[in-house]
């Protein structure tokens, strides 16, 4: 007892460490994780890239952006750095852009394996490049990422200022070149970039493994793999049914996950369950897979057994003619109904064809709140000149005899674009007129559909004029002098009607061109 105050002294001494100790231990905690979990995955290439930039800058998330400088950047040729900002959002890395009229290029040692590339663009005028102007083809090896891309077109189609195209390639030598090239046949046509990304990924998140038996291809025999040769663009990653998910609440990877309400096409009688509680076992699969409040929400078909039976849950999405897609579903039972296999069992159509006669997630998982996800690849055929068409997902429940309950669920959608050859360029959205035509254009001037609707018009008018005349002639028409009826009397009993009938000529008229007086 008589060793307390010396103890209890030196404590107080100490608690102001213990204090910082603490301090530092949980903001270190805040930083690793943005929802109590740790990141599960530490990516070795972490590169991001304030292009343009004079000095390292910090984005509202707390990650730090690198200056291009002389490391990454290629200085053979003269690129200009020209400072903006957009309006909204997070102005780091669309503060300041990288642009030039002549080929540029962009240098990054990283480690082999596959990868993520993100470039972020922010299509506005930066004084002398006027924002209509910025065609280029951007390239990695022999992978064409983006050709002849019209940068202010895509953000205008997507109605956002700023923007970010994602794409998964694998890197087998140790040096990644970015190539940026204006269009050559497009008068002051230029290249710009305002950020890049380089994230390294697992080997096997998306890619396949060399044992791995592949996954089904919609309407195919064969089953598909992903093989290391082949580029992968992002077209969708949605979280179902929750809401959106910034890079930084991602699983290491700065991956952004977004709302699905703009897809959904008639979720009308759909619920949003929610499990905030429940702690996923990822047993399964590998817990960087996605974050877990992606499988704490989900979107069902609801309680009513007999509406469920007569329609489908269904989103739909725009996407390039011409490719074939990876799908990829990610499903967690965590309703305390469905405990048991045969509880809930769907069908999967994709793109209107039975991806999975029988889905069952407790089946798959092995239990309630396990994570699991399905993989798909279907082939988005070309018809005709048609750029772009919808691929669509949609949900149904079994047969009432295969299921305890008529209804269907889904958390996770990730969509990506397969290379053919080597290319993920797809063509630029359709310029859209900022005001309608005038009116007042000349024949010559003009849009030439235009002209072939009115021409058609033009002369059905003349010919029902000229057929209108004649019938006019024909039955105004005087009698003849050589009839002996020159009187106006006799006119008159002859043609009761005429001065009451509308005709586009005078009865003075016609008599002139009758060859009367």
């Known amino acids: 007892m008589k060793s307390f105050p010396k103890r209890y002294d030196s404590l107080q001494k100490k608690l102001p460490i213990l204090a910082l100790f603490h301090l530092t231990f949980l903001h270190s905690l805040t930083i690793s994780s943005d929802d109590g979990w740790p990141k599960p995955y530490s990516p070795h290439d972490n590169i991001a890239l304030d292009c343009g930039s004079t000095g390292n800058n910090t984005d509202l998330a707390g990650r730090s952006w690198l200056l291009d400088g002389t490391i990454y950047l290629d200085q053979?040729?003269?690129?200009?750095?020209?400072?903006?900002?957009?309006?909204?959002?997070?102005?780091?890395?669309?503060?300041?852009?990288?642009?030039?009229?002549?080929?540029?290029?962009?240098?990054?040692?990283?480690?082999?394996?596959?990868?993520?590339?993100?470039?972020h663009f922010y299509p506005t005028s930066y004084q002398e490049f006027n924002r209509s102007n910025a065609f280029f083809d951007v390239h990695i090896g022999r992978y064409?990422?983006?050709?002849?891309?019209?940068?202010?077109?895509?953000?205008?189609?997507?109605?956002?200022?700023?923007?970010?195209?994602?794409?998964?390639?694998?890197?087998?030598?140790?040096k990644l070149n970015i190539l940026f090239t204006p269009n050559p046949f497009m008068p002051d046509s230029y290249a710009f970039i305002n950020g890049i990304e380089i994230v390294s990924m697992p080997n096997n998140l998306y890619y396949s493994a060399e044992d791995d038996s592949g996954f089904n291809f919609v309407n195919q025999v064969k089953p598909y793999h992903i093989l290391k040769n082949q580029a992968l663009e992002t077209v969708y990653r949605l979280n179902i049914g929750g809401s959106s998910i910034s890079p930084a609440q991602d699983t290491g990877m700065y991956r952004s996950w977004s709302e699905d309400d703009d897809y959904l096409t008639n979720?009308?009688?759909?619920?949003?369950?929610?499990?905030?509680?429940?702690?996923?076992?990822f047993s399964v699969i590998p817990n960087y897979s996605s974050p877990v409040s992606v499988y704490?929400?989900?979107?069902?078909?609801?309680?009513?057994?007999?509406?469920?039976?007569?329609?489908?849950l269904?989103?739909?999405?725009?996407?390039?003619?011409?490719?074939?897609?990876?799908?990829?579903?990610?499903?967690?039972?965590?309703q305390v109904e469905i405990t048991e296999p045969g509880d809930r069992v769907f069908q999967i159509y994709i793109d209107n064809i039975v991806a999975e006669p029988q889905a069952d997630v407790i089946s798959w998982a092995g239990g309630r709140g396990v994570p699991v996800y399905r993989d798909y690849a279907v082939m988005i055929g070309r018809a005709g000149t048609e750029k772009k068409r919808n691929v669509s997902i949609a949900?149904?429940?079994?047969?009432?005899?295969?299921?305890?309950?008529?209804?269907?669920?889904?958390?996770?959608?990730?969509?990506?674009?397969?290379?053919?050859?080597?290319?993920?360029?797809?063509?630029?959205?359709d310029r859209i007129p900022i005001r309608p035509p005038d009116s007042s254009l000349s024949p010559a001037t003009m849009p030439h559909n235009k002209r072939t609707t009115i021409f058609p018009i033009v002369i059905g008018v003349f010919s029902g004029f000229a057929a209108l005349s004649l019938l006019c002639f024909l039955i105004f028409?005087?009698?003849?002098?050589?009839e002996g009826s020159g009187s106006s009397e006799g006119s008159s009993s002859r043609y009761p009607f005429r001065s009451s009938l509308w005709c586009p000529f005078s009865y003075k008229d016609y008599s002139s061109l009758d060859g009367s007086g």
Not at 272 to 281: D, G, Q, T
Not at 396 to 411: F, V
Not at 477 to 482: A, D, G, I, L
Request: one cysteine or more; hydrophobic letters at 35%; glycine letters at 6%.
């Open 144 to 174: 064409f990422l983006l050709r002849n891309f019209g940068a202010a077109l895509t953000a205008d189609d997507l109605k956002s200022e700023v923007f970010s195209r994602e794409f998964c390639i694998n890197v087998d030598d140790q």
């Open 296 to 312: 704490r929400t989900a979107r069902t078909m609801g309680t009513n057994k007999t509406v469920n039976e007569n329609y489908r």
């Open 395 to 429: 949900l149904h429940p079994a047969p009432a005899w295969r299921t305890k309950y008529s209804d269907a669920i889904l958390n996770g959608v990730e969509i990506f674009k397969l290379s053919n050859d080597g290319n993920l360029a797809g063509p630029n959205p």
């Open 76 to 119: 053979s040729n003269k690129v200009s750095v020209i400072s903006s900002s957009p309006t909204k959002g997070d102005s780091i890395p669309y503060r300041t852009a990288r642009l030039s009229r002549s080929q540029f290029s962009y240098s990054f040692r990283v480690t082999p394996g596959p990868k993520f590339i993100r470039l």
């Open 314 to 334: 269904t989103w739909e999405f725009r996407v390039d003619s011409g490719f074939t897609y990876f799908v990829r579903l990610h499903f967690c039972e965590f």
């Open 477 to 482: 028409r005087p009698k003849s002098r050589v």
């Open 267 to 281: 979720g009308e009688h759909s619920v949003l369950p929610v499990n905030l509680r429940m702690n996923p076992s």
